[in-house]
């Protein structure tokens, strides 16, 4: 009946040999994780950083994940959602309402809120497919973009372009993840801090996204991508099923943006601009639609490797020709392009596309 | 007589200019197999459609198991237990046989997000079961094991059953299926005949829309024809067979003549 070894990227082995050797492979992966800011650290502090924004971007490709890749609606306004964590988290733990809120109160409403803009969304879209549907979410981004950046008057709520500063940090009691201190002897600096508390809600995200897909909600889901109509006459109630997985797939933006809010200090609407919706929806195509770890690959690439780039095409081209020749921001898209081209040419699925039809069923007995 | 288990009456659906259904009105008696014939563009696929919930009729009303169908969304229509397939098949084509199986046991489940995030014991239980319920209808239609391949990859036939186990799944008080033979040889039809008497035996009332005359006049109980969106003829086989108008639909007016002085030339 047991089966922890879900949760992780490994399928069920075939005997006990494969088993222990999924539970190596989480080990390993477990080590690595729990050194890794200290290692990335070693090249400076801002790496820590990148890795943290990387993560953010693993739960926003999550939650999208689940609009897109499980129920197969393509939702191009999905930093909408990450936008309204944040700018919950902003308002309710900042000066600028003089509200300074603990965080147990902020998060659920921030998640809150970016449900309810799910359902929002998904309600007037549910007669719609494919590219009609794109088209809205596409509106409703921007939507929600423009109001951030208009609500500064008559009354004043979102401070308009200029954001909202001074956001208190994620703090738990007197721990105060922006601040470095020494525990048990180890300096720990503020990303390092952050650095856990996201690694440990994308695991959260992780493991609910596993559970979902393989449960009657993930079928619902996958019932209405293979065919809609289909789908209803097996009994399933599409519209709540749909905006179940709107309002699953927002609440993750929500967690993502709260999180950002908190990290950064800063929010303002230029965060969340049609582009950020498109990056996060390539990091799906990117990675493989539907497959989890697909998705948690390809944010991750997408997300450390322009930075990479930054940082290593600069100095070579400066020890190869003593200047730099090409600025790597200035053609960070077109690379970008292109790799999107080439998966579509040569990886269609993706980079590490679903095994699920490979997928054994023990045909006898409970587990497994 | 107890009350039909369907009971339709002035069932009428109007696309634009075209007039699909008339004033259609009939009664399934619980345990029958009931067929549905006529000329292609008749309205039997259009009759199905409303009664499933997926066209809603101008006018009519119909009762399932003392329940009225009209106005019952697709979903309420399946979970009322009225399962059917379709003519052009509609799987999950990219889901496996038994993930097809699994997804008809929808409505008879109850996991919601919580119970699936928190996988409580109630829910593996049920998950269990759905799997176990599952593999049992692939083998009682006779595809058992082909449990894990992708449903678009089956031969056409197992495609048919792999519906039909499907629409079992949601455990049907009536079945309703849409040309269940079309594409298949003479050998697979009798494989799906023999189902077909299995489920009835087992307690499924069965709707059948066929074009495979021998199939439907050897197992049907009672024939409904469709012409034109209106009710043609309705009875026994044997009966609607011999019904000048039912011939003249098939074949013209001038075997409708034939066969009705024919019975008259023979018996002097």
Known sequence: ?368 | MSEPLLQAQGLSKRFGGLQALSGVGFDIAEGEIYGLIGPNGAGKTTLFNVLTGLYVPESGTCRFAGRELAGMKPHEVAAAGFARTFQNIRLFGNLSAIENVMIGRHARTHAGVLGAILRTPAVRREEAGIEARAHELLDYVGIGGRANDVARSLPYGDQRRLEIARALATEPRLLALDEPAAGMNASETLVLRALIEKIRADGVTVLLIEHDMKLVMGLCDRVLVLEYGKVLACGRPAEVQRDPRVIEAYLGAGAAQHAASAPAGAAP
């Open chain 1, 1 to 368: 009946m047991s089966d922890p070894t879900q949760v992780c990227a490994a399928p069920p082995g075939r005997a006990g040999q494969s088993r222990t050797r999924a539970w190596l492979g989480v080990l390993a992966v477990a080590a690595v994780l729990a050194v890794l800011p200290f290692v990335l650290g070693l090249a400076g502090q801002g790496w820590v950083r990148i890795f943290n924004f990387a993560l953010l971007y693993v739960m926003l490709a999550l939650g999208l994940n689940i609009v897109v890749g499980f129920a197969g609606l393509l939702d191009l306004g999905y930093i909408a959602f990450y936008a309204v964590g944040a700018y919950a988290w902003a308002l309710l733990a900042s000066p600028h309402f003089g509200l300074h809120l603990p965080f147990w109160a902020v998060l659920p409403v921030g998640v809150a809120c970016a449900c309810l803009f799910g359902v929002l969304l998904g309600a007037p879209t549910l007669k719609l497919r494919g590219d009609y549907l794109a088209i809205v979410t596409l509106g409703f981004g921007e939507i929600i973009r423009i109001f951030l950046n208009n609500l500064n008057a008559p009354v004043n709520i979102t401070n308009g372009p200029q954001g909202i500063n001074r956001i208190d940090p994620f703090r738990v009691a007197d721990f105060t993840f922006s601040r470095a201190e020494t525990i048990f002897g180890m300096r720990v600096t503020g990303p390092e801090k952050y650095y856990y508390l996201l690694l440990l809600l994308t695991l959260l995200i992780v493991a609910v996204c596993v559970r979902l897909q393989d449960s009657r909600i993930g079928r619902a889901w996958e019932a209405i991508r293979e065919d809609e109509t289909a789908a209803k006459a097996m009994g399933i109630n599409t519209r709540n099923v749909k905006l179940l997985a709107f309002a699953m797939g927002a609440s993750f933006g929500g967690v993502a943006g709260a999180l950002f809010a908190a990290m950064q200090g800063f929010v303002s609407p230029e965060s969340f601009s049609l582009m950020e919706s498109i990056s996060v929806l390539c990091m799906v195509v990117l990675g493989g639609m539907g497959h989890i770890p697909g998705v948690i690959l390809g944010a991750l690439l997408l997300a450390v490797l322009p930075e990479f780039l930054r940082a290593v095409v600069v100095p070579t081209q400066q020890m190869l020709f003593g200047e730099v020749v090409l600025d790597p921001e200035g053609i960070r898209m077109l690379l970008f392009g292109l790799a999107m081209v080439l998966v579509m040419l040569f990886r269609p699925a993706g980079l590490w596309p679903s095994a699920v039809r490979k997928r054994e069923l023990a045909r006898t007995g409970g587990g497994a």
